[in-house]
C-alpha cells in the first residue's frame, strides 16, 4: 500500500512540528524539505481543519501542533488525510458480487492500520531512530529528508 503524497507531507509536517516544539514557518519547512510551498499549505490547511495543528498569524506566526505529540496517533492521522481509502475498486469491477478477495483486502486494510494505531506522533518523531533499512541505504533526496526545522 503506498499513501497519497497529501498524507505524506501531512505526516512528514507533523513530525517536524513534533520536533519543533512550536511554531514553525510553511515556506522554511516547505524549503527545507525540497516541496511546493502551495502544496504544504494545503496540507497545512487540511491538519488544522482536522485539529491536528493550529495556525498563528503574524510576524513570529506559522503552524503548531494542536496537541501533545503523545497524544497524535499515526493511524488516526492517515485515517484522516487519506479519503475513501481502500486496496482496490470493486465498485467497478464484474466479480464483485461473486469474489471474496474483497473480505481479504477490507482485512488487510485493517491491520495495516492497526499497526498505525499502535504508534503515536511521539514515538516516530524521535531522532537518533535508526531508519528501515532498505529506505535508509537509498540516496538522499530533499523531498524526502525528514528533519527538525532549522
Same mark, same amino acid.
Do not use: N
Given at each position: 500500500?503506498?499513501?497519497?503524497?497529501h498524507t505524506?507531507?501531512?505526516?512528514?509536517l507533523?513530525?517536524?512540528l513534533?520536533?519543533?516544539?512550536?511554531?514553525l514557518?510553511?515556506p522554511?519547512?516547505?524549503?527545507?524539505?525540497?516541496?511546493?510551498?502551495?502544496?504544504?499549505?494545503?496540507?497545512?490547511?487540511a491538519?488544522v481543519?482536522?485539529?491536528? %495543528?493550529v495556525?498563528?498569524r503574524?510576524?513570529?506566526?506559522?503552524? =503548531?501542533?494542536?496537541?501533545? @505529540?503523545d497524544?497524535?496517533? &499515526?493511524? *488516526?492521522?492517515?485515517?484522516?488525510?487519506?479519503k475513501?481509502?481502500?486496496?482496490?475498486?470493486?465498485?467497478?469491477?464484474?466479480?464483485?458480487?461473486?469474489?471474496?478477495?474483497?473480505?481479504?483486502?477490507?482485512?488487510?486494510?485493517?491491520?495495516?492500520?492497526?499497526?498505525?494505531?499502535?504508534?503515536?506522533?511521539?514515538?516516530? %518523531?524521535?531522532?537518533?531512530?535508526?531508519a528501515?533499512a532498505p529506505? =535508509?541505504?537509498?540516496?538522499? @533526496?530533499?523531498?524526502?529528508? &525528514?528533519? *527538525?526545522?532549522?
Amino acid at each position: 500500500m503506498q499513501l497519497t503524497q497529501h498524507t505524506d507531507f501531512g505526516l512528514r509536517l507533523l513530525i517536524v512540528l513534533a520536533r519543533a516544539g512550536g511554531p514553525l514557518s510553511l515556506p522554511a519547512f516547505s524549503a527545507q524539505q525540497g516541496l511546493s510551498y502551495h502544496h504544504v499549505a494545503k496540507v497545512a490547511q487540511a491538519l488544522v481543519a482536522a485539529g491536528f %495543528a493550529v495556525s498563528h498569524r503574524g510576524r513570529s506566526g506559522g503552524i =503548531a501542533l494542536a496537541r501533545p @505529540a503523545d497524544q497524535i496517533m &499515526v493511524g *488516526e492521522v492517515v485515517r484522516t488525510l487519506e479519503k475513501g481509502m481502500r486496496l482496490t475498486d470493486c465498485a467497478t469491477c464484474a466479480l464483485r458480487s461473486d469474489c471474496a478477495l474483497s473480505g481479504v483486502l477490507a482485512e488487510a486494510l485493517e491491520a495495516f492500520l492497526g499497526v498505525l494505531d499502535r504508534y503515536t506522533l511521539a514515538d516516530v %518523531a524521535r531522532e537518533g531512530v535508526a531508519a528501515f533499512a532498505p529506505w =535508509a541505504a537509498l540516496p538522499a @533526496a530533499p523531498s524526502c529528508a &525528514v528533519s *527538525e526545522a532549522s
